[in-house]
């Protein structure tokens, strides 16, 4: 490949430089690994853009090359590389070494074969210690040495453990200019003192959230929304018991959580076939018939080796985000469980799989936790909601549109899929879909009903052409305009984490602001029960005070704060 001449950070010379040239016996891993160790400049596990760069550059690729590396390899838009996303960049400037560009088709077809390590300039003695290092600890004859893991310059191990070990820290505060979030230390400087969340009383921290955050305190979109909501926005939640009436309050998991995708609809309108369908395999435990199967929520992750994990083990676990479910008690933690396998997309994507909703009051009585709040809780979380429907199967029953009704606020989370679309011929599908499109609007109450997609998506049967013929067409382009749907969440999830810690911002402060005036309404020490069946009686009335008083839109709709507010008073 033809590389300019002029501008070389590294001088001319680098260019004959070849870190492969080294007869070093050593994995990949592990060579990108000290790589990685070596870039990271304030050894944080978090390879920012700075470094970044400066690494990078090593390559003698062009910036605009180099800009679409960082991109394809952060596709989460995390600001960061850990070690993961750092190997696959490294690939990727391997491959623009050899084709002179890169693109997201080019890796995709490079990646089916084995990739050779990228030219880097100015390794070398890196290098070879690190040859000498690996071979004094394959040589149990070396005076010396140990088997422990190489090392960098400053003594740490090449790779650092992470996983369920890591000490959670979600309910710390820090004073001064050192925040702690995820394992990984925001600022520096010694006199950061440790402050509990009970100690610190709304007026510190309605004090400190004037001072804006610094690059110091973040290295990444997530570390700040961490420290804006475990600094300022916690302790007002805690103080106005927001936690108790809308949304529990959010654990450092729940900012570091991997998208995840929420499944619902009817029994028997294909939800675990899909799932079947999108990972190519059958996941642990999966069952599949005519017949209501699924009988409990289903969180399908990415694990090596396949296993099946307990409610009740999954809520006590700090790296997982499913702890705020722990408030539904035994009842659903019995019919909660996590599945996990080896899957490509459920490396980037977690797919939640839930009971099929069934008609009549006998199975709404049955149910031992409340299956509504429950699917609001999920809904709330997730970066993407399918409801699934049969062509054979349009009733929507009186618990699907309560279900539906917790998802008001999540909009743009919604999609339809008319799912077994082969088993009925063209004119009934037309049928079918203008009934499904007329069935959404009155329960949705909308004019813009949620985008539907029509198709088969089974993957043991292929798509039936023997009812309509011309429809094979229509549901290929169908299913593939989902999956890309699918494949883009990761893209969005940075933007959706955002969007969704704003929503909840925007609901505390309403919560907060209705709070403070019925506070203030209530008498000291006389009169208490009087003054609380006069604001009861009164709630829309005192909503429109706060609405005037501090120039709420009106479009901010107040019905669960005044529901929480009547709930308060009674307290």
């Given at each position: 490949?033809?590389?300019?001449?002029?501008?070389?950070?590294?001088?001319?010379?680098?260019?004959?430089?070849?870190?492969?040239?080294?007869?070093?016996?050593?994995?990949?891993?592990?060579?990108?690994?000290?790589?990685?160790?070596?870039?990271?400049?304030?050894?944080?596990?978090?390879?920012?853009?700075?470094?970044?760069?400066?690494?990078?550059?090593?390559?003698?690729?062009?910036?605009?090359?180099?800009?679409?590396?960082?991109?394809?390899?952060?596709?989460?838009?995390?600001?960061?590389?850990?070690?993961?996303?750092?190997?696959?960049?490294?690939?990727?400037?391997?491959?623009?070494?050899?084709?002179?560009?890169?693109?997201?088709?080019?890796?995709?077809?490079?990646?089916?074969?084995?990739?050779?390590?990228?030219?880097?300039?100015?390794?070398?003695?890196?290098?070879?210690?690190?040859?000498?290092?690996?071979?004094?600890?394959?040589?149990?004859?070396?005076?010396?040495?140990?088997?422990?893991?190489?090392?960098?310059?400053?003594?740490?191990?090449?790779?650092?453990?992470?996983?369920?070990?890591?000490?959670?820290?979600?309910?710390?505060?820090?004073?001064?200019?050192?925040?702690?979030?995820?394992?990984?230390?925001?600022?520096?400087?010694?006199?950061?003192?440790?402050?509990?969340?009970?100690?610190?009383?709304?007026?510190?921290?309605?004090?400190?959230?004037?001072?804006?955050?610094?690059?110091?305190?973040?290295?990444?979109?997530?570390?700040?929304?961490?420290?804006?909501?475990?600094?300022?926005?916690?302790?007002?939640?805690?103080?106005?018991?927001?936690?108790?009436?809308?949304?529990?309050?959010?654990?450092?998991?729940?900012?570091?959580?991997?998208?995840?995708?929420?499944?619902?609809?009817?029994?028997?309108?294909?939800?675990?076939?899909?799932?079947?369908?999108?990972?190519?395999?059958?996941?642990?435990?999966?069952?599949?018939?005519?017949?209501?199967?699924?009988?409990?929520?289903?969180?399908?992750?990415?694990?090596?080796?396949?296993?099946?994990?307990?409610?009740?083990?999954?809520?006590?676990?700090?790296?997982?985000?499913?702890?705020?479910?722990?408030?539904?008690?035994?009842?659903?933690?019995?019919?909660?469980?996590?599945?996990?396998?080896?899957?490509?997309?459920?490396?980037?994507?977690?797919?939640?799989?839930?009971?099929?909703?069934?008609?009549?009051?006998?199975?709404?009585?049955?149910?031992?936790?409340?299956?509504?709040?429950?699917?609001?809780?999920?809904?709330?979380?997730?970066?993407?909601?399918?409801?699934?429907?049969?062509?054979?199967?349009?009733?929507?029953?009186?618990?699907?549109k309560q279900v539906i009704s917790t998802l008001r606020g999540h909009d743009d989370k919604v999609r339809v899929v008319l799912n077994k679309a082969d088993q009925v011929d063209q004119q009934q599908l037309m049928r079918v879909y203008g009934a499904l499109m007329w069935s959404l609007g009155k329960v949705f109450k909308s004019p813009e009903v949620c985008k539907?997609?029509?198709?088969?998506?089974?993957?043991?049967?292929?798509?039936?052409?023997?009812?309509?013929?011309?429809?094979?067409?229509?549901?290929?382009?169908?299913?593939?305009?989902?999956?890309?749907?699918?494949?883009?969440?990761?893209?969005?999830?940075?933007?959706?984490?955002?969007?969704?810690?704003?929503?909840?911002?925007?609901?505390?402060?309403?919560?907060?602001?209705?709070?403070?005036?019925?506070?203030?309404?209530?008498?000291?020490?006389?009169?208490?029960?009087?003054?609380?069946?006069?604001?009861?009686?009164?709630?829309?009335?005192?909503?429109?005070?706060?609405?005037?008083?501090?120039?709420?839109?009106?479009?901010?709709?107040?019905?669960?704060?005044?529901?929480?507010?009547?709930?308060?008073?009674?307290?």
């Amino acid at each position: 490949m033809h590389r300019e001449q002029s501008g070389n950070p590294f001088g001319d010379d680098a260019q004959q430089l070849d870190p492969r040239g080294f007869s070093v016996t050593v994995d990949r891993d592990t060579l990108y690994s000290s790589w990685f160790q070596l870039a990271d400049a304030d050894h944080d596990n978090k390879l920012t853009g700075p470094d970044a760069v400066k690494f990078f550059e090593r390559s003698q690729l062009p910036r605009p090359v180099l800009a679409k590396v960082w991109a394809l390899a952060d596709n989460a838009r995390k600001g960061y590389l850990d070690q993961a996303t750092f190997a696959k960049a490294m690939d990727m400037i391997s491959i623009a070494q050899s084709t002179g560009d890169i693109s997201a088709d080019i890796y995709r077809q490079k990646s089916a074969k084995p990739i050779e390590t990228p030219q880097l300039a100015g390794l070398e003695k890196h290098n070879q210690k690190l040859q000498e290092e690996m071979q004094a600890a394959q040589n149990p004859f070396t005076n010396g040495t140990s088997t422990s893991a190489p090392t960098v310059p400053h003594g740490e191990p090449l790779v650092q453990p992470r996983g369920i070990n890591r000490t959670p820290s979600n309910s710390y505060t820090y004073k001064g200019s050192s925040q702690s979030a995820g394992g990984a230390t925001y600022g520096g400087g010694a006199q950061s003192s440790f402050v509990s969340p009970g100690k610190q009383t709304t007026k510190e921290a309605l004090r400190r959230a004037r001072k804006p955050l610094s690059m110091k305190h973040c290295t990444s979109i997530i570390d700040g929304l961490k420290t804006i909501y475990f600094n300022k926005i916690k302790p007002l939640e805690e103080a106005y018991k927001f936690g108790s009436f809308f949304s529990s309050l959010l654990t450092e998991s729940d900012f570091e959580a991997k998208p995840s995708v929420l499944l619902l609809g009817q029994y028997s309108t294909g939800k675990t076939t899909f799932i079947k369908h999108l990972l190519g395999r059958d996941y642990p435990g999966i069952h599949i018939g005519p017949e209501p199967t699924t009988d409990r929520f289903v969180v399908v992750t990415h694990a090596l080796e396949e296993r099946r994990t307990p409610g009740n083990t999954l809520i006590v676990q700090p790296d997982q985000p499913w702890q705020g479910l722990a408030q539904y008690g035994n009842g659903f933690l019995a019919k909660f469980e996590a599945a996990s396998c080896a899957n490509k997309l459920l490396e980037e994507v977690t797919l939640v799989d839930t009971p099929g909703v069934l008609s009549g009051e006998k199975q709404r009585i049955e149910r031992t936790y409340n299956f509504i709040d429950v699917c609001g809780w999920f809904a709330a979380r997730c970066d993407l909601i399918l409801l699934l429907f049969d062509p054979h199967k349009l009733d929507i029953s009186d618990e699907f549109k309560q279900v539906i009704s917790t998802l008001r606020g999540h909009d743009d989370k919604v999609r339809v899929v008319l799912n077994k679309a082969d088993q009925v011929d063209q004119q009934q599908l037309m049928r079918v879909y203008g009934a499904l499109m007329w069935s959404l609007g009155k329960v949705f109450k909308s004019p813009e009903v949620c985008k539907v997609y029509i198709g088969s998506f089974n993957a043991d049967k292929p798509i039936r052409t023997d009812m309509n013929p011309s429809g094979e067409e229509l549901f290929n382009k169908e299913q593939s305009d989902l999956l890309q749907d699918l494949f883009e969440i990761p893209q969005r999830s940075c933007d959706r984490k955002v969007n969704e810690f704003v929503k909840r911002v925007r609901a505390a402060k309403i919560h907060i602001l209705i709070m403070g005036h019925l506070r203030k309404k209530m008498p000291a020490m006389m009169g208490k029960q009087k003054a609380q069946e006069k604001l009861l009686a009164n709630l829309q009335t005192e909503f429109g005070m706060v609405q005037r008083e501090y120039h709420l839109p009106a479009g901010e709709s107040p019905t669960k704060a005044i529901r929480s507010s009547s709930t308060m008073l009674l307290c």
